[in-house]
T-cell receptor
Framework: GENVEQHPSTLSVQEGDSAVIKCTYS??????FPWYKQELGKRPQLIID???NVGEKKDQRIAVTLNKTAKHFSLHITETQPEDSAVYFC???WGSGSARQLTFGSGTQLTVLP | ETGVTQTPRHLVMGMTNKKSLKCEQH?????MYWYKQSAKKPLELMFV???????ENNSVPSRFSPECPNSSHLFLHLHTLQPEDSALYLC?????????????FGEGSWLTVV
């Protein structure tokens, strides 16, 4: 089955700096890579996703890059703000006709210091 | 946001009790999921239903029994649980379609087994 590793487990940055979270996956058949943000006591919410036919995707201050050869993908947050503080999860999944079965990374606790 | 609603939000049960968690999605999706979230561990996929048919059961102990009576409702029946089953149980849904889709999570049910 798929295995997803995520680093670092904790990350502290100063407000305004950039934050980068990295994930690797094991199954070369994986073709969908979402990132979820989970604030304390709340549900995980999708913030950005990328599919295997794309190398990079950007949405305002958030970007994700994918390297299929190396089987890793990264989340980049620029100009961080205190409200970016949360746990971020990467995930990988395969399949194109059955229900999505996501394998999640172990999460990164991001703290943005004012 | 009320796309995926879970009840109860908090549940305390003894090891000999029988209880059920309920999930309802209002998004018109045709796939539903149960995930388990424990402290310091990645989100673990437990069960997947696509078009009301179970398509995945990730070696979950039989003390957890899912039920999907229709595409909008999903239950997780619990009995003779162990203290290590205490966790946040997240329901999710998606629109199963070729090319990928987004998985939306409910707010979760906090389960404590005493």
């Amino acid at each position: 089955g798929e295995n997803v590793e995520q680093h670092p487990s904790t990350l502290s940055v100063q407000e305004g700096d950039s934050a980068v979270i990295k994930c690797t996956y094991s199954d070369s058949a994986s073709n969908y890579f979402p990132w979820y943000k989970q604030e304390l006591g709340k549900r995980p919410q999708l913030i950005i996703d990328i599919r295997s036919n794309v190398g990079e995707k950007k949405d305002q201050r958030i970007a994700v890059t994918l390297n299929k050869t190396a089987k890793h993908f990264s989340l980049h947050i620029t100009e961080t703000q205190p409200e970016d503080s949360a746990v971020y999860f990467c995930a990988a999944s395969w399949g194109s006709g059955s229900a999505r079965q996501l394998t999640f990374g172990s999460g990164t606790q991001l703290t943005v210091l004012p | 946001e009320t796309g995926v609603t879970q009840t109860p939000r908090h549940l305390v049960m003894g090891m000999t009790n029988k209880k059920s968690l309920k999930c309802e999605q209002h998004l018109g999706h045709n796939a539903m999921y149960w995930y388990k979230q424990s402290a310091k561990k990645p989100l673990e996929l437990m069960f997947v239903y696509s078009l009301e048919e179970r398509v995945e059961n990730n070696s979950v102990p039989s003390r957890f029994s899912p039920e999907c009576p229709n595409s909008s409702h999903l239950f997780l029946h619990l009995h003779t649980l162990q203290p290590e089953d205490s966790a946040l149980y997240l329901c999710a849904s998606s629109q199963d379609k070729r090319g990928g889709d987004t998985i939306y999570f409910g707010e979760g049910s906090w389960l404590t087994v005493v």
